[in-house]
């Protein structure tokens, strides 16, 4: 069953050098229960298209289904049946980690007494136990990215999306976060979109890639079935997959075009 | 519901004053400068007014503290974006005119309390002045705090980095204030800097104010007064919810 469906999504920017056409129209199916890699270079769309899914952004095209809720006619419906943990997290510094998982609980408009044993039991699940009296800023980037999942996680959604979940993470903090995700799948159900620029993450972890290029999808399918149709083989790296669908390399975050 | 998220947006912001109580008394700096090495200036000049020169130099300082406290106060959110506290929240059911409100009431709050204490230390220095015209200052303050930060975090939605914002809010506010008599009453200026400063609104506020302080509740300027300033806070607060209600979507 689809949980997630568009149809032609589209977003263009108005800037004072004319029209941005950031996505030209996406047409995408999510099973419930998947996980879905989201993949493409810098400036294809990614972010746009999520933060569309998520109602942060207002599609100026097409439409939506998510969690059998309108984007654009039922946004407050969309909004309790997802999660959304964005590449920068989104805690202040200053807080302690109780208090954000509380407040979180509080927006979601759990009562104190529920907010504060939803914060007990995300922080078991994350291992944030005995971190909770601590600033956030304390925390190490494992931690913390922990902690933004938490955020996330608060009101059980039925579709989680997060954005390029382990840049900046040591290989053993990813390797946990990829359980962490497999876990909240094969546990809860969780149907978990995400984007990426590692390739050997969306390797690992998802069902099913779909690979956008300016602003379109431009192939889906499993790993295995992408490689053997845009690779030349089932034992071609997703690395010259990618580069084979195309044209170009998923350039790492941050990386700034060198000057010559 | 819009009263529940108000209140809890308003409880987060007002712990994270809580948590930086230094700042809140560095922020009385400046009036407080002002009272104690500008106002014995006065105590002496003929400035036209009832009462005394302290009746009329503390409804000014009080509006200046609301003008820079309040037209800044969209830096914090500048900062939250950037940290994505601001998105974080707007992916929850809370509701978008709560998140304004409850900032800009911290605010307010935190004015209020600020002029209170602005207040006691002019009462050291030599102000009286009759317990209800100092009330209906604190609500001129009230108000003017409640506009401008309104005003402020709609603007500052709009904008990427605080140095963008800074300059730009200073460029605004600088001439306001001189040009509404917070400092003197314009009246002691020649005529085309009076009327120039009846196109600031906050010259009606400081006008009605300095009524209030020396008692004189039934006048024309304290009816200009309370108009502009309810006027303003409804503008305010529209463009305000605007702003919030559409941000991004």
Known sequence: ?260 | MLLHDTALVFGRYARQTLRSRFAVLLGLLMPLLHLLFFGPLLTGLPLGGRGSSWQILVPGLLLQLALFGAAFAGFMIIVEKNLGIVERMRVTPVSRLALLLGRVLRDTAVLVVQSVLLVVAALVMGLRAPIWGILAGFAFVALLALSLASLSYAAAMRVRTPQEFGPAVNALIMPSMLLSGLMLPMSLGPRWLDVLSHAVPFRYLVDAMRDAYVGAYATGSMLYGALVALGLAAVAVTVGTRVFVRAGA
Request: overall charge neutral; glycine content about 14%; hydrophobic content about 40%.
């Open chain 1, 1 to 260: 069953m689809a949980i997630i469906s568009t149809a032609g999504l589209a977003r263009t920017f108005r800037t004072g050098n004319g029209p941005v056409e950031a996505v030209r129209g996406i047409d995408l199916t999510v099973r419930e229960g998947e996980i879905l890699g989201f993949l493409g270079p810098n400036g294809a769309g990614k972010t746009t298209t999520l933060r569309m899914l998520t109602t942060l952004l207002r599609p100026t095209g097409g439409a939506a289904t998510v969690a059998g809720h309108d984007l654009v006619g039922d946004p407050a419906g969309v909004r309790r049946a997802v999660g959304y943990v964005a590449q920068s997290g989104g805690v202040d510094p200053q807080v302690p980690v109780r208090e954000e998982l509380v407040t979180q609980g509080r927006l979601y408009r759990l009562t104190r007494d529920q907010a504060v044993r939803r914060a007990a039991e995300l922080a078991e699940d994350l291992g944030l136990t005995g971190l909770l009296d601590r600033r956030t800023s304390t925390l190490s980037g494992g931690q913390r990215r922990r902690l933004d999942i938490a955020l996330g996680l608060t009101h059980r959604p039925k579709v989680l999306f997060l954005d390029e979940p382990t840049t900046g993470l040591d290989p053993a903090s990813r390797a946990d976060l990829w359980d962490l995700v497999r876990r909240l799948r094969d546990e809860h159900g969780t149907t978990v979109f995400l984007t990426t620029h590692y390739l050997d993450e969306a390797d690992a972890l998802a069902d099913r890639l779909v690979v956008v290029d300016g602003g379109v999808v431009v192939a889906e399918g499993t790993p295995g079935a992408l490689k053997l149709r845009h690779g030349g083989s089932i034992d071609a790296t997703l690395q010259e997959t990618f580069l084979a669908i195309t044209g170009r390399g998923p350039a790492p975050a941050g990386s700034a075009p060198v000057s010559v």
